[in-house]
């Protein structure tokens, strides 16, 4: 099955950007999903890209998608600390989203 | 964007007894629910797939018998835990698919079992 590799952690200052990297093992993800989750709360859906791109841009966000390293990143440009979250990366498998463990953006002031 | 809502958001039941979490799509019909648990600090972990008018296809390892999953219309699947016990202790979110195919997920249900 899909195997989802994340880094724990990340701390950035506020006015940096933040790069969040993933791995994935299944070639056949048509949708790779990034989630953002704060604190006691569901998942929010930040931004997705489609396998036959390489680079998407919305507003602060861009995901870049190696595909041939099967390699996924969020770059999040001028992060606030209300971006301090949980991020996940969560390739689609027929129809299913495989989420990674997670990375924690931490944000200082 | 549309939106999912989960009831309760919270609860506290005590061992040995049964409880009913609720999953909406309040501005779309969603054919296909998920159900995910979530551990502190970990990630999702796919319970089961719930489509409306049809059994819930479950994951490998999660019992039927205990998570009793209903999707009774396009907007509402509920999702039951039966006989709890402290191990069931989680966070319970649910996701809603869109026609168009999107996911969204409801604000999650902290269930504590004492």
């Known amino acids: 099955g899909e195997d989802v590799e994340q880094s724990l952690f990340l701390s950035v200052r506020e006015g940096d950007s933040s790069v969040i990297n993933c791995t994935y093992t299944d070639s056949s993800s048509t949708y790779l999903y990034w989630y953002k989750q704060e604190p006691g709360a569901g998942l929010q859906l930040l931004t997705y890209i489609f396998s036959n791109m390489d680079m998407k841009q919305d507003q602060r966000l861009t995901v870049l998608l190696n595909k041939k390293d099967k390699h996924l990143s969020l770059r999040i440009a001028d992060t606030q600390t209300g971006d301090s979250a949980i991020y996940f990366c969560a390739p689609n498998q027929g129809g299913k989203l495989i989420f990674g463990q997670g990375t924690e953006l931490s944000v200082k002031p | 964007g549309a939106v999912v809502s989960q009831h309760p958001s919270r609860v506290i039941c005590k061992s040995g007894t049964s409880v009913k979490i609720e999953c909406r799509s309040l501005?779309?019909?969603?054919?296909?629910m998920f159900w995910y648990r979530q551990f502190p600090k970990q990630s999702l972990m796919l319970m089961a797939t719930s489509n409306e008018g049809s059994k819930a296809t479950y994951e490998q390892g999660v019992e039927k018998d205990k998570f009793l999953i209903n999707h009774a219309s396009l907007t509402l699947s509920t999702l039951t835990v039966t006989s709890a016990h402290p191990e069931d202790s989680s966070f319970y979110i649910c996701?809603?698919?869109?026609?168009?195919?999107?996911?969204?997920f409801g604000p999650g249900t902290r269930l504590t079992v004492t």
């Open positions: 501005d779309f019909q969603a054919t296909t």
């Open positions: 996701s809603a698919r869109d026609p168009p195919g999107e996911q969204y």
